[in-house]
């Protein structure tokens, strides 16, 4: 699907919704759209029809249900190496949200955490449909 866009500088593209990597808002309030590397700077008024259509497109809130991370579910619940289970056990971390909250260059960083540390957690975390840092 295509949608047309115009520019701050009064150019109108036309854009496969595919290839759109972003569409944001900066902390001055400039709206911009960014395709691959390139990025065209848009009007408030495109970024609020856009963002609209994108809703229509996709049902935020079904794919937000979709994605749920048990909060109460409990680290030694995953059934994790002993070694990976006592690294984040020495960290604090206690529950699956909390993990969730780190990135893996955190992580690496940590106490006795390694590679093969960091390729289990993220297999594990897979099956949850879950990745490191998304709680940030």
């Not at 866009?5 to 902390?27: A, E, F, N, P, R």
Request: proline share 1%; glycine share 4%; with cysteine.
């Amino acid at each position: 699907m295509f949608i047309k866009i115009y520019s701050m500088d009064g150019s109108c593209h036309h854009i496969k919704t595919d290839q759109i990597s972003l569409v944001m808002k900066d902390k001055n309030n400039q709206c911009w759209i960014v395709i691959g590397q390139h990025s065209i700077q848009i009007g408030l008024d495109e970024y609020d029809q856009m963002m609209i259509k994108f809703n229509e497109w996709w049902n935020i809130d079904e794919i937000k249900s979709q994605h749920k991370i048990p909060q109460d579910l409990k680290i030694e619940d995953l059934q994790l190496s002993i070694r990976l289970a006592n690294c984040l056990s020495n960290m604090g971390v206690v529950y699956l949200h909390q993990l969730l909250k780190y990135t893996a260059t955190e992580l690496l960083r940590s106490k006795n955490f390694g590679r093969k540390s960091l390729n289990e957690i993220t297999e594990v975390l897979q099956e949850y449909n879950c990745k490191l840092g998304e709680l940030k």
